[in-house]
């Protein structure tokens, strides 16, 4: 009897502390895009005067500052709109590039048996987890001697080779849980290995080929070390992340501009996750039955 009333009292506990808990964990990580988002908003003179308002009081909305932000340098402006573009240009190129590798190599990795096979993927994350600044002065060697430093498709191509390996690393685990016996029905139906990859296999794997897309391009947005070395020298191709560290670095930009900066940064990753959840979770018994 006492060791039901314990489970009793734990369950009850645990019952409490538990939206407890997520509205904590909520907070912790919701309040300070919240605070950046607020300051964007708010007019520079109100946030001097009261940095610490949680609450932005009437008419204190302004939307010049994202006004400035976006608007071209010719315009008196910071020219993020220019950014935005060459951004979801490298991002969405990095993300079609890599994934037309991957999932035939992850496929190939996982369904065919050649030599090395069991080796290969420890290699393709060993090339992940290669420093990265340690290809840095090559890279920028090698694109300079080719003319292709400064330009969007240098640093696509880099982006591309970066991300391409630990790609195929991730489908292929994922491509090891689709039994090959739902190829092998596919097959005895007439299917050739392409056709069943095609039909069979790539629908059950739509949520980590989504997983994987979002992932490529968190990393083609956000990266900064070769958007700086390959760009730095053409205003014109900077990607966001270079002009936001930009506007960090220069003390005569202020505070709110910055963190509309930061805000034009931030929501289209969060747009693409809400975007991309109905394809997540749709993908994962799609192709495995029919009729």
């Not at 910071?78 to 190599?105: D, E, H, M």
């Not at 990393?219 to 990607?239: C, G, H, Q, S």
């Not at 270079?242 to 709110?256: D, K």
């Amino acid at each position: 009897m006492s060791s039901f009333n314990r489970d009793a009292v734990e369950r009850r506990i645990l019952g409490a502390l538990r939206p407890l808990t997520i509205i904590l964990l909520l907070l912790i990580c919701l309040f300070p895009f919240y605070y950046m988002l607020l300051l964007s908003f708010r007019p520079l003179d109100a946030v001097i005067q009261d940095p610490g308002a949680l609450w932005p009081k009437a008419g204190e909305i302004d939307l010049g500052t994202y006004r400035d932000v976006l608007a071209s340098t010719e315009d008196g402006g910071q020219g993020f709109l220019t950014f935005i573009r060459n951004s979801f240009i490298v991002a969405i190129g990095t993300v079609v590039l890599t994934l037309l590798v991957a999932i035939p190599g992850a496929y190939a990795v996982s369904r065919l048996e050649f030599f090395g096979r069991r080796q290969i993927s420890a290699v393709f994350l060993g090339v992940y987890f290669f420093p990265a600044i340690l290809l840095a002065i090559p890279l920028f060697v090698f694109f300079t001697r080719i003319g292709q430093r400064g330009t969007l498709l240098g640093l696509l191509v880099v982006y591309v080779a970066q991300v391409a390996a630990v790609s195929i690393y991730m489908l292929r685990n994922y491509f090891d849980t689709i039994p090959a016996s739902i190829e092998e029905a596919a097959a005895i139906d007439g299917c050739t290995r392409l056709q069943a990859m095609r039909h069979v296999s790539l629908p059950l794997a739509m949520p980590a080929i989504m997983s994987n897309a979002l992932f490529i391009f968190m990393i083609a947005w956000n990266e900064f070390l070769f958007a700086l070395l390959f760009l730095v020298e053409k205003r014109e191709n900077w990607t966001v992340s270079l002009g936001l560290s930009q506007l960090a670095g220069s003390i005569e930009v202020p505070t709110t501009v910055l963190m509309a900066g930061s805000v034009i940064l931030t929501v289209p990753i969060i747009g693409l996750f809400f975007l991309s959840e109905r394809w997540l979770a749709g993908g994962l018994t799609a192709g495995a039955e029919k009729g």
